[in-house]
């Protein structure tokens, strides 16, 4: 496939740009959760103006807000919004990243920095892509790459630029959101509902080729504290009661089976995300993932059993569970919209491939709207081994994803 240029490069300068989010700042209610990605914001803001979009605005949250009019005569054809995220998981660091392009990659091993090895025998994606001769963009292997969700950024802007450059190409009214802190859980907390007219958005932060999501996990956040009872270490018998022990008594009961490192497809787990304390005090703080609601009820319900067995034990001391909802299922809402799927399937099958759904492992900032009352499912960009060195991504399939996009948007006059 011919280089798509203005893609790569855009692609790559995005990557370049450090906007890695704070999870204690979003937490506290802080959004977005870094100045970095307020920084950001103004340069895709600079940017889509140069393309030729007028109305750009950057609300108070720093949330990216685009209109593409409606081409002339479809003034009635319905508006879809187009949603990506600016910020870069706090996983790995996400500074001073230095992407490497693989040019018609034959599948060989690539060797990175710090020991990092992508082998196409252990990623089946990685060997298609050489199987396919595309070209991919690794990191340097001591850092992520941004491609979550930079690569979705990219398409959106390239699909504009494209539709604009081409009248001929009818389309209704285009609205664009860049969000910051989709990778905290917080990416929709701010949001500017009461811009958006769009009835039916799509998010550009998918995966591999092809790959089109409708349902994600339902998601609670756990926070167990554990209040101990502090005395000197060489008198503490027998009235001491370790908070940092406690913690760790709680964290072993969780099922192990049942951890994000031992289940897959629609299984849920108990994720431990965070633990800290000492003597007198100590938390932890898990996130709970499950398909179905009942299934999220049996889980925080075993989270506070567990948490009362460890209070019953430890004499004196006291457990407390508060449980957070972050974001819920969206299938059954998205049930209800066929048309917002209908379109997105035709679209992909427009461009010569076979899209196929999959359930998302997590959630996207689409989950968090759909609850909000606007479908929103989530669209591939290409990219693959997010929040790690590992990361990568295709250029031939982030180029398809612009062309879905293209698609999509002259499907929805039809």
Request: charged share 25%.
């Amino acid at each position: 496939m011919e280089i798509n240029k203005k893609l790569l490069d855009r692609f790559i300068g995005y990557t370049k740009i450090w906007t890695t989010s704070v999870q204690e700042e979003a937490d506290a209610g802080v959004i977005p959760s870094s100045p970095r990605e307020t920084e950001f914001a103004k340069v895709l803001a600079d940017e889509l103006r140069s393309i030729g979009i007028s109305d750009v605005t950057i609300s108070p949250h720093s949330y990216v807000c685009a209109r593409l009019p409606a081409s002339a005569g479809c003034e009635s054809v319905p508006s879809i919004g187009l949603l990506a995220h600016m910020d870069t998981a706090p996983d790995v660091s996400g500074q001073n990243v230095n992407p490497q392009v693989v040019e018609n990659y034959d599948g060989r091993v690539l060797a990175l920095k710090d020991g990092i090895v992508l082998d196409p025998a252990k990623d089946k994606y990685l060997a298609c892509a050489g199987k396919n001769r595309e070209t991919i963009i690794t990191t340097d292997g001591t850092t992520l790459l941004g491609a979550d969700d930079k690569a979705g950024i990219a398409v959106i802007m390239t699909a504009l630029e494209e539709l604009i450059a081409h009248p001929e190409k009818k389309h209704g009214q285009i609205e664009v959101i860049f969000s910051p802190d989709e990778e905290t859980g917080h990416g929709m907390d701010k949001v500017p509902v009461d811009w958006i007219q769009s009835k039916q958005c799509y998010t550009l932060d998918g995966g591999h080729v092809c790959e089109l999501e409708a349902e994600c996990f339902n998601a609670y956040k756990s926070e167990i504290s554990f209040e101990g009872v502090a005395m000197h270490t060489g008198t503490a018998r027998p009235g001491m009661v370790n908070g940092s022990v406690m913690a760790a008594s709680f964290v072993s009961m969780l099922p192990r089976h049942e951890a994000p490192e031992t289940t897959d497809g629609y299984q849920g787990f108990y994720a431990v995300m965070y633990m800290e304390g000492n003597i007198e005090k100590a938390s932890v703080t898990l996130y709970v993932r499950d398909f179905t609601a009942e299934g999220m009820k049996k889980r925080l319900e075993t989270i506070e059993m567990i948490a009362k067995t460890v209070e019953t034990v430890n004499k004196g001391s006291k457990v407390s569970v508060k449980h957070t909802k972050q974001y819920l299922n969206m299938k059954e809402e998205l049930d209800k919209n066929p048309a917002v799927l209908d379109k997105l399937v035709k679209a992909v099958e427009s461009v010569g491939l076979e899209p196929y759904f999959s359930a998302i492992r997590g959630g996207t900032d689409g989950s968090r709207l759909t609850e909000m009352g606007i479908p929103t499912p989530n669209v591939f960009t290409g990219g693959h081994n997010f929040h790690s060195r590992y990361e990568w991504a295709s250029l031939d399939q982030m180029t398809a994803a612009q062309k879905t996009v293209v698609a999509l948007a002259e499907l929805w006059t039809e």
